[in-house]
């Protein structure tokens, strides 16, 4: 199960920093182009990467990246250590 979340959180982060790529290379065609159809299309794709791709969202609850493994590893531990404690009180 944990491979399945670091494979899936792994996947996630390298499409994030795909679309952040994206991003740049838009804005550094912007700076240099001076083709009025391939300013649109650049404007386009920053304006439509600002909108609709933010971070994936399990069930609204938590996002998906490369973080969520040592969030989880830290959720587990925090309560191992609480039923720990209840068993030796």
Same mark, same amino acid.
């Given at each position: 199960?944990?491979? =399945?979340? +670091? /494979?899936?959180?792994? /996947? ?23 083709? =009025?159809?391939?300013?649109?299309? /650049?404007?386009?794709? +920053? ?28 959720? =587990?531990?925090?309560?191992? +250590? ?8």
């Amino acid at each position: 199960m944990m491979c =399945v979340n +670091i /494979a899936l959180s792994a /996947a996630c982060e390298r499409f994030y920093s795909r679309v952040s790529e994206l991003k740049i290379a838009c804005v550094c065609l912007l700076q240099k182009s001076s083709d =009025v159809k391939l300013r649109r299309m /650049a404007k386009n794709v +920053i304006r439509l990467c600002s909108v609709r791709c933010e971070k994936f969202r399990a069930c609204g609850l938590f996002t998906v990246d490369a973080a969520l493994p040592l969030r989880l590893a830290g959720l =587990v531990a925090t309560y191992s +250590i609480v039923l720990l404690q209840f068993e030796f009180l």
